[in-house]
Every structure is written in C-alpha cells, then in structure tokens.
C-alpha cells in the first residue's frame, strides 16, 4: 500500500483557508415536522439540563424534568420517523435493488411501498383506538394530560402514512423513484 504525500501547504495558506465566504444556506427542503421536531428536541435538552443542574448544583432536583424530559424524547422520535418516511432515509436492505433489472426493482419498491403504506395506516388506527382508552390520563409530577404525547404519536403515524403515499405516488409518477432520488441526494452530499 503506497502513501500519498499531501502537497505542503505554508502556515499562512492554513490561516486564510477559514476566510471563505460561506455558501447561502438553503432551508426550503424542510417541512413542518422538521421544525415540530427541532423545537420538541431543544424543549428535551433544557429539561434534561435543568434536570442536570438542580439536581447536581443546587442538590435539589425538580421531579417533573425527567418525566417532561422522556415524553419529549417520545415526541422527537416518532416526529423524527415522520422524516425518515418523507426523505427515505430508515433503514433497509437495499442488496436485492443492486442486482435486479430496473422493471423488477420498480415492481418491488412500489410492493415495499404498499406494505409500508399498511403498515402506518394499521398503526395509526391502533393509536387511535389506544388514545379513546388512555387519552384522558394525567402525567404523574406534572398536572398535564398524557394525551399531548399520545397525540403526537398519533399525527406521527398519520404522517408518516400520508408520506408513504406520497412517495408510493411519486414512484408511480417519475421517473426516478423516491429511493433513487433519496440516494442520489445522498451521494451528492445533499439532505
């Protein structure tokens, strides 16, 4: 295995390469849960700080910060899912769609597709059906319904089903499929 010498770059060259002008940032491929997710998980680190604070500064800790702490990790995770369906980024075995010609790899991604569709469609009628039995609950430390986190759960699955259709849609629409352009997206280094 040979080494490939780096060309010699001067200290002055280093200093001046943290001067360049910095690209425009692009935000507008973010939806809605994007943001529902930044701010649940930013609410999720403040309490687990002030959790972190009261108990090891001020050796009196708050007891409803973990309890608040843990539901908004409930919220960030499933809103989170809803962002993996939109964008294609949960994880899967993609070794078959390697070898397959492109008419069978199509067949199989709009199958994937459909049980996925089923799936978030079974799971949020089970969400549904669990909120009319617990939806009402209070939170333990904190006088809250548990409902607010149940809920969330349910737009989650709601979303990602609604999601998976769109991406089922635009793979029978394009050219390219949703995981083609998610892949594309990924190997030039974009969302």
Aim: proline share 3%; net charge negative.
């Amino acid at each position: 295995m040979t080494e490939h010498p780096h060309a010699p770059i001067s200290v002055e060259e280093m200093a001046h390469a943290f001067e360049e002008e910095a690209a425009p940032v692009d935000l507008s491929h973010h939806a809605i849960e994007d943001w529902v997710t930044l701010a649940v998980f930013w609410g999720m680190g403040l309490a687990v700080f002030l959790q972190f604070f009261t108990r090891y500064v001020l050796n009196n800790s708050f007891s409803w910060t973990e309890e608040i702490a843990a539901n908004c990790l409930v919220v960030v995770v499933f809103m989170g899912s809803v962002m993996c369906v939109r964008t294609m980024r949960h994880i899967q075995v993609d070794l078959l769609y390697r070898f397959l010609p492109t008419r069978a790899v199509r067949v199989l991604e709009t199958v994937v597709d459909a049980i996925g569709i089923a799936f978030f469609a079974y799971m949020t009628w089970l969400m549904w059906r669990y909120l009319e039995i617990v939806g009402e609950e209070r939170m333990v430390t904190v006088d809250l319904p548990r409902g607010i986190v149940f809920y969330t759960v349910f737009a989650a699955f709601a979303l990602m089903f609604a999601r998976s259709v769109h991406n089922l849609v635009k793979d029978l629409t394009g050219t390219k499929t949703a995981r083609q352009k998610a892949q594309e997206d990924i190997n030039a280094g974009g969302i």
